[in-house]
T-cell receptor, first 113, second 112 residues
Framework: EAGVTQFPSHSVIEKGQTVTLRCDPISGHDNLYWYRRVMGKEIKFLLHFVKESKQDESGMPNNRFLAERTGGTYSTLKVQPAELEDSGVYFC???????????FGPGTRLTVT | QKEVEQDPGPLSVPEGAIVSLNCTYSNSAFQYFMWYRQYSRKGPELLMYTYSSGNKEDGRFTAQVDKSSKYISLFIRDSQPSDSATYLCAMFRGGSARQLTFGSGTQLTVLP
C-alpha cells in the first residue's frame, strides 16, 4: 500500500510569490490533514478535510492560505502571496476513520527568501 | 503554557539500554495518544496509538497512558542504533476535534 505522498519535496520562492503544495493521501482515506512546523516550534495543525469538505480550518494562519481537496482525493495548499514567516515544513496526513491513526507524508520544505 | 510538554533532550544511551520517553499534558479532554518516530528530513512515522489510559505493547515498544496524572510514556527495550531519531508524542480529543497536538520531540541517539 502506497503511503502519503507530497510534492514538491522542497520549494524555494521569493517573498510575494505564490506556491502550491500537493498531497496525495493513502487510497481510501477520507480524512486528510495539513500541518506545519516552523523553525524551532512544534508541529501545528492547519486544517482537516473529510472527503472534499473542510471539517476544521481553525489552524489556518490567515487568508493567504487556501486549501482545496478536489473530488475527495488529492489536496492542494496554496500560499499567496508568500511571506518570510511562512517558511517551514508542511506535512500532510491521512486517516481512514474519525478517530483513526494519522499517517504522515514526508513533508514539503518551503523556504521563502 | 504549552498544552503538551516534552523534554527535548538530547538523550544518548548505549545499545541495548531501555529508553524511557515522556510527555505531560494539561488538557484533560485528550483521549487518543500517539507516538511518532521522525528521522532527519523525513515525515513522522506512527509507532504507537492508544486510547484512554492503559498500556499497549508492540515488539520492543510499550506505550503507557496515565490520564489521572496527564502523563504518557514510551519505552523502548533493547534499543538499537537504528532507533536513533526524534520521538514525538501527539494527542487529540476525538469527536469533532481530531487535530493532533504535538510535543516538541525528544532527540534520541543510541550508541553502538
Amino acid at each position: 500500500e502506497a503511503g502519503v505522498t507530497q510534492f514538491p519535496s522542497h520549494s524555494v520562492i521569493e517573498k510575494g510569490q505564490t506556491v502550491t503544495l500537493r498531497c496525495d493521501p493513502i487510497s481510501g482515506h477520507d480524512n486528510l490533514y495539513w500541518y506545519r512546523r516552523v523553525m524551532g516550534k512544534e508541529i501545528k495543525f492547519l486544517l482537516h478535510f473529510v472527503k472534499e469538505s473542510k471539517q476544521d480550518e481553525s489552524g489556518m494562519p490567515n487568508n493567504r492560505f487556501l486549501a482545496e481537496r478536489t473530488g475527495g482525493t488529492y489536496s492542494t495548499l496554496k500560499v499567496q502571496p508568500a511571506e518570510l514567516e511562512d517558511s517551514g515544513v508542511y506535512f500532510c496526513a491521512s486517516s481512514p476513520s474519525r478517530e483513526g491513526e494519522q499517517y504522515f507524508g514526508p513533508g514539503t520544505r518551503l523556504t521563502v527568501t | 503554557q504549552k498544552e503538551v510538554e516534552q523534554d527535548p533532550g538530547p538523550l544518548s544511551v548505549p545499545e541495548g539500554a531501555i529508553v524511557s520517553l515522556n510527555c505531560t499534558y494539561s488538557n484533560s479532554a485528550f483521549q487518543y495518544f500517539m507516538w511518532y518516530r521522525q528521522y532527519s528530513r523525513k515525515g513522522p512515522e506512527l509507532l504507537m496509538y492508544t486510547y484512554s489510559s492503559g498500556n499497549k505493547e508492540d515488539g520492543r515498544f510499550t506505550a503507557q497512558v496515565d490520564k489521572s496524572s496527564k502523563y504518557i510514556s514510551l519505552f523502548i527495550r533493547d534499543s538499537q542504533p537504528s532507533d536513533s531519531a526524534t520521538y514525538l508524542c501527539a494527542m487529540f480529543r476525538g469527536g469533532s476535534a481530531r487535530q493532533l497536538t504535538f510535543g516538541s520531540g525528544t532527540q534520541l541517539t543510541v550508541l553502538p
